[in-house]
């Protein structure tokens, strides 16, 4: 009998494709689940390296994989390694089932459901999020979790994957068609309020169930607590875990505007599109780095500029 060598988009039809595919490649499989439930784990602060926690995640991947090679028949035809990862991902907390508002925008659940799918599993999308839900970029993604200058690339590397891969993954899994990517667009310009009271509404559903992926230490904090979180530029991780996922503590946080040079206009905002980096303001900023060592409100009034030519 032949195999199948699985790649990511690869597609699976039948029972007879399935037997090629799956169970012929399951050293293949247990691999690809064994490092995302790995990163899960690292997300959740769940991980420590060390002996008793390799043999777990071998164990759990093992026993996931198994359960998923009974599972997959059922959902052909299907993208097998797509199709692994939701299983997983669904395994550590992803809801299992929601239903969208009846009376919104089905489209618009559907897009956003594909982006908080990956948020939960994907750095990349979860640092997105930012730009998909506030339309911060990424040097105003930097001030919001309080890294370094020097860090700044690693941010611009999170947009730029996310832009060429990620958001498209994303599209794939919520099953969106170009068409339909175009329509959602036209409505927003069309309608802007009641895209975004809409967009509002689905995320004030979505939201709580993938909440369910936080770190179980991570709860709304209240704005005095996030006060204290910013003036004494702490909690990077709880600050990206929690608030591209929480309305409520985005919009305390919001509040702060200028006391921590964020946004002064920083409130819900879809964009639909992934955000370009623009390479010129990448290079200028590493000019900058070797030149002055920025206040932080030479910071803004350059985001500012910037904002203004794109
Ligand atoms: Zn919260
Ligand atoms: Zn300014």
């Known amino acids: 009998m032949k195999t199948i060598n699985p790649s990511t988009h690869m597609m699976i039809h039948t029972s007879e494709e399935f037997t090629q595919c799956v169970p012929a490649n399951f050293p293949h499989f247990l691999e690809r689940s064994s490092k995302l439930i790995r990163r899960i784990l690292q997300d959740m602060g769940?991980?420590?390296d060390n002996m008793a926690h390799e043999k777990l995640l071998l164990r759990l991947s093992f026993n996931l994989v198994e359960k998923f090679i009974e599972y997959c028949p059922s959902q052909l035809p299907c993208r097998p390694l797509l199709l692994l990862d939701g299983y997983i991902s669904k395994y550590f907390g992803r809801p299992q089932e929601h239903k969208a508002p009846s009376t919104s925008n089905q489209?618009?659940?559907r897009f956003l459901d594909g982006l908080l799918n990956r948020a939960v599993i994907s750095r990349?999308?979860?640092i997105g999020l930012f730009y998909h839900l506030y339309g911060l970029r990424p040097r105003e993604v930097r001030i919001l979790l309080g890294i370094e200058e020097e860090?700044?690339?690693r941010i611009y590397k999170n947009f730029r994957r996310w832009k060429q891969k990620g958001w498209y993954l994303a599209m794939e899994e919520a099953d969106l068609t170009e068409n339909e990517i175009k329509h959602l667009h036209n409505s927003q310009i069309k309608h802007p309020e009641i895209f975004n009271t809409q967009a509002r509404e689905n995320l004030e559903i979505l939201l709580p169930f993938y909440r369910k992926s936080d770190p179980p230490h991570y709860p709304c904090l209240t704005?005095?607590?996030w006060r204290e979180v910013f003036t004494e530029g702490y909690g990077y991780d709880y600050k990206m875990w929690h608030l591209p996922l929480c309305l409520t503590c985005l919009h305390e946080v919001a509040g702060?505007?200028?006391d921590f040079c964020l946004p002064t206009d920083l409130r819900l905002n879809l964009h639909i599109s992934p955000y370009s980096v623009n390479e010129e303001e990448v290079?200028?900023?590493q000019f900058k780095r070797s030149k002055i060592r920025g206040t932080c409100t030479?910071?803004?009034?350059?985001?500012h500029s910037r904002l203004q030519v794109a």
């Open 298 to 303: 030479t910071q803004r009034h350059h985001v």
């Open 46 to 48: 769940q991980w420590s």
């Open 256 to 258: 702060f505007g200028d």
């Open 223 to 225: 704005k005095t607590k």
């Open 283 to 285: 290079s200028f900023q």
């Open 124 to 126: 990349d999308a979860l």
């Open 107 to 109: 489209l618009m659940y």
């Open 151 to 153: 860090q700044m690339q």
